[in-house]
């Protein structure tokens, strides 16, 4: 069964009392599972996850309509192979997602091929925010402390293929 990797935001949904963040991912959980697959996540910075999927290929290409995949499949894959177009997709992936230029200039250089996606994926789990809820607003608000993520690698074990 294949895998791929996604760049997945988190949503918001009501339970019981309270307000629950939660992977958008998990709004598939049941078409990824029916057949044995799986999926794993990691959260990042920007309200945003790293999801690894194993399922079906019919759900990954309708996952693909919906979430950023991360255009490699295994974590020691070279980026040089990607066009340039590519690669300014994911370096302006990162940026969104609220690391500056300089943060990934000084881990990458001006040239993402050079590295595998582990490398990648690594540095964009490298930190993420605490967020809380502001009842006030009504939302979750990202001014907390940097927290570590859980690792790429685990995300990786958890989830085979």
């Known amino acids: 069964m294949p895998v791929a990797w996604y760049i997945v935001p988190y ?50 290409a309708a996952l693909d309509s919906i979430y950023k995949r991360i255009p490699k499949d295994r974590l020691d894959d070279k980026l040089g192979t990607l066009s340039g177009a590519i690669k300014s ?10 690391y500056s230029l300089s943060e990934i200039q000084d881990r990458f250089g001006s040239d993402l091929g050079q590295y ?14 605490e967020p809380r809820y502001d009842k006030s607003a009504s939302s979750f608000v990202f001014d907390g402390p940097a927290r570590p993520c859980r690792s790429i690698d685990e995300v990786d074990a ?4």
């Not at 339970?15 to 078409?31: C, G, S, W």
């Not at 910075?45 to 759900?59: D, F, Q």
């Not at 997709?89 to 609220?98: C, D, P, S, T, V």
């Open 158 to 161: 958890e989830v085979s293929g």
């Open 116 to 129: 595998t996606l582990r490398d990648v994926l690594h540095f964009m789990a490298s930190r993420r925010i």
């Open 11 to 60: 949503k918001i949904r009501a339970d019981e009392a309270e307000l629950i963040r939660y992977p958008a991912i998990d709004d598939y959980t049941r078409q990824i599972y029916a057949n044995g697959g799986q999926w794993s996540e990691t959260e990042v910075l920007g309200n945003r996850c790293i999801v690894k999927v194993r399922a079906a290929a019919a759900v990954l």
């Open 89 to 98: 997709a994911l370096r302006n992936e990162i940026l969104a997602a609220g």
